[in-house]
Each structure stands twice: as C-alpha cells, then as structure tokens.
C-alpha cells in the first residue's frame, strides 16, 4: 500500500512514473521512489538498475531524480503507507534483490519491485532465503518479494513471477522488472488493485493502481481480475488468469481527469470538497425522476421482491453511512437491517440467510475487507448483492448483482466529506425503493420525498454559510485535546462521523456516544475542558436530548449546539448554539454533517496540522 506506477517505452518515462505518483498522492503516504533500467533507452542490455527513494513529498522525490539525472524507458513508481517497517528510506519502495556470499556481486539488484498489500506468510520466506544466502537491507514483506523472484529466475522474467506468486498469503499488487530483460515489466495481482495502461505511442504500455495515475496518458484501461499476471514489453502485452491460461480482458475507455484535482480558489482539498457537496448530490441525484427498482440495475425488480432483511458491510465512515441508513430502512421501508463493520464480519460466525440483500458501502470499490466480507457472504450463500460506490469500474460494482454509482467526483483528501453524504443520498433511494416494493411508500410520500431530495444542493448551500460561525468554535477547539460528540436516534451515527472527522484530521482525541448512554459512564469524563458537541434536530428526541444537556452543563461542561431554528435552544454561559438554516425531517443527517466536517476542517487548520494527509492514515485502504 499505497499507490504503484509501472511503464515500457521507448521515451523517457521517469517524468510520467513520477507525475503518475502526484496524482495518487491523494491516498495518502509515508515515503515514494522510483527505479529505472539504466540501459532500457539505449536498446542494449548492458548497464543496471537505478532508483531514487525518500521519505519526504513527491514533489521532493522530482527534484531528487532530476538531481541524480534519474532517466530509463523502463521503470516502476511507488508510494507507501507502511505496514511492515518503519516510515524509512530503507523501507521505502522500489526494492531491489541482494544476494550474499559467492553471488553477491552477480545477484544484486537484478531484480526491481514494488507492492501494495500484506504478504503473510513473509516470515517464513524471510527465513528460506536467508538460509540462501539473502541479505535484508528492510524490514519489509515486499523486500521479500523481490528476493524470492530472484531465487526462481531462470531467464524467464514472467515465469519466476509466476512461480512466486504461488507461494505467497495474503494480498498483493505488484509491478516487477529484472536487470537482464530492459524491455519488459511484469505485473501480477490478487486482493489489491492493478490495472494495465494501453498507450498509443513509442510502443508503451503501462501498469498503475488507480486509473488516475495514468490521467492525460492513456484512457485505454483494461482491469485486471484476481489472480492475473500481465506481460508488458514495448508495443505488446499478455495477460493470465490465475490457472495460469492467456486470457483477453476488456478494453475500456476510461475518462480519468486530473483537472479534478485542481484546488482552485480552496486552501486545501478537504475545503474544496466540502464546498462541492451541493454539486455531488446534484449528480448523484441527477436524472432520478422517480423511485424505480431499476436505479439500482437490471434484476432489481425480482431481487427486491426476494429479500426480506438487509445487511450492511462496510468500514470507517461508510460505516457510519450505513448505520444512518439502517434508521431510514427500518422506519421508512419496514425491514429489518443490520449493520456490520466489514472487517468483524468476515472472521467471525453468523446465521446466513439467502433472503437477504447484502449491502456493500465503499468510496473506491476496492476497500480490501470490505471486499473480502462481500465475498465471505457469498461464499455463505447469500447471491442477493448491490453496492453503494463511488467508482463504477471498480472491483466492487464487478463484483455485486446491483449498483448505485454515486457521483461524487474525485476526492482528493484522506478525510471523507462528499463521498458520505452522497452515499447518504444513494442509500436514501435504497431506502425509497425497498419501501416501494414492500407497499410501504404511497405515492404522495414518494413525491414528498423526492421534493426534499431535490431541494437538497440548495438546503446544503445554507448550510455552508454558516462557516464563519463554525470557524469561531474552531478557535476554541483548537486549544482541547478531547471533545465528546451527542446524538440521538438518526442522528447518532452522525455524531459518530462528526468525532471521526475531529480526530482524522485535528488530533485531537474524540468520542461519540448515544445522548441518552451520558449516565452510563461518560459523564464521568465531562469537565470545562471537554467541549460536548450536541446535533440536535427538532425531531421526537429533541426533549429527551435537551435534558441530556442539563446533564452537561450541572457538570461544568460546555455545550457546542447544532439546533434547528425552531427547537428553542438559546446561547447562555456555557451553552454556544449554531441555527441550521431548516428542518430537513428524515433527510436532517446529511446537511447536520457538514457543520461537522467544517468544524474538523477549521480546527485542524488553527492547528496547522497537514489537513489532507493526515498522519498515519491513507485514502485507499487496500490491505487488513
């Protein structure tokens, strides 16, 4: 993890391998490098393999390679979000084999490599090359890739990949090429993105995690399946399946344009996108004239007239989408819902039942547990799958009987905002649909509903000018380094996700509880220094939340109010309150958020923390 480039040609390609990087930067990343075949321009096979690595940005690594006259036709990219070993030069990719003893000299780095994933069997490896005779510059599991390519190297760069890939567990991209064959790159996959670049001219071909990388080079795009292994040499390419048989996969055009990473008039990414949500529910909503199974699909008739229940899979803040929508499936549609984190899900015992819809929720399709949970349904004979998703090329729409793209475009920053609330809209026309085809939506509500949603780009709009008010209770936060978020009902997992957003991006250490749980234990922690943030809504909970609050503020506590306009909640000592521009009934979750993300967003500037790759964290999670 994070992000791979990989190309042939006969140009210098180390400009686009490193501009490729730049666009993936958006994941999320602890170090990148590049390697290159040194004799890959002159057509010879002569000359070694070379490689630039850093710990800093990408654009650092750019002046580095231009520094060190870093230059091949041939050659890999990679960042890394680090898993085995630390953040390092050392442990940063490319890797290269090294060999001890009598090959010393003749075996190392002939072999050039770069992965995303977890190889878990990386230790035993270790141990059997070491035996060998290998030394360990990292403390990595790619490192270990590179050494056993190496070892099964008999002048078939393609066939000691291929064996390789036999004796590895766990989930792997990656791009490899080798010292003796200057013109060819060898990719292969199971459990991590990969996909295979077509190029036009000087005879290229490439491989990228992400379509993105490969924005304004190529938009000829075929996606590898599990278990391919693909062949790139200049002009040609092969690709096999995993019982080791050549196979064509689909050519697919593939817009992927980098002028959406623009950030325009923003200070950083996150801003940008939540300013963009009006739009992105827009698109997403775009050309919905009325609730019809067929929004999510052909079959979507017979499967909603199949099911009976309604399972949830999901991480991280689509997680939390999930948990709201469970409020809206169970009171709007009538049927029973259950929300798991997928990475619970896949490893632990459950009751299958083929009369459920299991339902996928997941920003780039390609979340690795999430993945593996909608697979371990399946195996458990539930065949009833749709997804919620932001990329329809995406292993995940593959993969699902039914899909809902929502549109929110590209979202650069690691801390998610209109990917949630477009996967709110999404999942709110689930909702609308499975109520349908269970006699449970009149039309009056059907038009009801679709007035509301409709009005939601402007109703968000309202929203967003109220940022300077938030940015006033960003100064205080920023001083705090723990803060309790309340909610009730519909409105607690929305607390949930306003917490996640504080923490991802601020530092700060933040919790989120059901209002009515405060007596149950975190009350205990409610002193003056604890700011207790409150998203209350004039709902049915609204007095059962307000005598939650006096039970803040008999403590000490100071409350941070996000109040309807018509809930009577007025600013006092130790109560500050902010005036949401309406009631939005059933659909209050997605516009009760954005407050949230902006005061996460603000904090998090007053802190002068790096607001778009928060540390630790990245935007495609792709491994366990």
């Given at each position: 993890m994070c992000g791979i480039v990989g190309a042939v040609s006969t140009r210098n390609i180390v400009p686009i391998l490193v501009q490729g990087l730049q666009r993936l930067e958006y994941r999320g990343y602890d170090s990148c490098g590049v390697a290159v075949h040194a004799a890959s321009l002159g057509g010879g096979a002569s000359g070694g393999l070379r490689r630039s690595r850093s710990t800093a940005r990408v654009a650092e690594l750019m002046e580095q390679v231009s520094a060190e006259m870093l230059e091949g036709g041939t050659g890999i990219a990679h960042t890394r979000w680090a898993t085995h070993g630390a953040p390092a030069v050392h442990n940063a990719h490319p890797h290269f084999s090294h060999?001890?003893?009598?090959?010393?000299?003749?075996?190392?780095?002939?072999?050039?490599?770069v992965h995303n994933g977890i190889i878990e069997n990386h230790e035993e490896l270790r141990a059997a090359l070491q035996a060998r005779g290998y030394a360990f510059a990292s403390q990595t599991d790619t490192e270990v890739i590179a050494h056993l390519v190496d070892s099964l190297y008999d002048g078939d760069l393609f066939e000691a990949v291929k064996a390789a890939v036999g004796q590895l567990h766990g989930a792997y991209a990656i791009a490899v090429f080798h010292k003796d064959e200057p013109h060819r790159v060898i990719g292969a996959r199971a459990g991590s993105p990969l996909i295979l670049g077509v190029g036009s001219q000087h005879g290229e071909?490439?491989?990228?995690?992400?379509?993105?990388?490969?924005?304004?080079?190529?938009?000829?795009?075929v996606y590898l399946e599990e278990g391919d292994v693909v062949d790139l040499q200049?002009?040609?390419?092969?690709?096999?399946?995993?019982?080791?048989?050549?196979?064509?996969?689909?050519v697919k055009t593939v817009q992927a344009h980098s002028g959406a990473a623009e950030l325009g008039p923003y200070r950083h990414y996150m801003q940008k996108e939540?300013?963009?949500?009006?739009?992105?529910?827009?698109?997403?909503?775009?050309?919905?004239?009325?609730?019809?199974?067929?929004?999510?699909?052909d079959g979507a008739y017979r499967i909603f007239k199949d099911i009976d229940k309604v399972l949830i899979l999901a991480c991280g803040t689509s997680y939390y989408?999930?948990?709201?929508?469970?409020?809206?499936?169970?009171?709007?549609?009538?049927?029973?819902t259950q929300v798991e984190v997928a990475s619970e899900y896949r490893y632990r015992e459950s009751v299958p039942d083929p009369k459920t819809l299991v339902v996928t929720i997941t920003q780039s399709g390609e979340t690795a547990d999430t993945l593996a949970a909608l697979r371990h349904a399946q195996a458990l004979g539930m065949r009833h799958t749709l997804t919620i998703c932001n990329v329809s090329t995406s292993a995940m729409v593959r993969e699902c009987s039914l899909a809902y793209i929502t549109r929110a475009g590209v979202e650069i920053g690691v801390a998610s905002t209109k990917a949630f609330t477009t996967q709110l809209a999404g999942l709110f026309l689930l909702t609308l649909a499975l109520a349908q085809?269970?006699?449970?939506?009149?039309?009056?509500?059907?038009?009801?509903?679709?007035?509301?949603?409709?009005?939601?780009?402007?109703?968000?709009?309202?929203?967003?000018a109220l940022e300077p008010q938030i940015i006033s209770w960003a100064e205080d936060f920023a001083r705090m380094e723990n803060a309790l978020f309340l909610g009730r009902g519909l409105h607690y997992p929305i607390a949930l996700e306003g917490a996640l957003k504080l923490?991802?991006?601020?530092?700060?250490?933040?919790?989120?509880y059901p209002a009515g749980e405060l007596k149950h234990g975190p009350l205990a922690l409610v002193t003056s220094a604890m700011p207790v943030v409150t998203v209350a809504p004039n709902d049915t909970l609204l007095e059962k939340l307000k005598s939650n609050m006096q039970e803040v503020r008999a403590r000490g506590g100071v409350l941070y109010v996000l109040a309807d306009a018509d809930t009577r909640i007025e600013s006092s000592e130790g109560i500050h309150v902010i005036r949401m521009p309406e009631h939005y009934g059933a659909l209050s979750p997605l516009?009760?958020?954005?407050?949230?993300?902006?005061?996460?967003?603000?904090?998090a500037c007053a802190r002068g923390t790096d607001v778009d790759k928060p540390r630790n964290l990245a935007k495609s999670v792709t491994v366990e």
């Open positions: 060999g001890t003893g009598a090959d010393a000299g003749a075996r190392a780095g002939r072999v050039a490599l071909n490439f491989l990228a995690s992400d379509a993105m990388a490969l924005a304004g080079v190529t938009d000829q795009i200049l002009g040609k390419y092969w690709i096999f399946d995993k019982s080791h048989k050549p196979v064509t996969r689909p939540i300013f963009e949500q009006p739009r992105a529910i827009a698109d997403t909503l775009e050309g919905v004239e009325g609730i019809v199974p067929e929004l999510f699909g989408s999930g948990c709201t929508a469970k409020y809206w499936l169970e009171s709007i549609a009538k049927i029973p085809s269970r006699g449970q939506l009149s039309e009056a509500d059907e038009a009801a509903h679709l007035k509301a949603m409709r009005h939601l780009p402007v109703a968000l709009a309202g929203v967003l923490k991802e991006v601020t530092y700060i250490h933040a919790e989120a516009l009760h958020v954005v407050p949230l993300q902006l005061l996460a967003y603000h904090t």
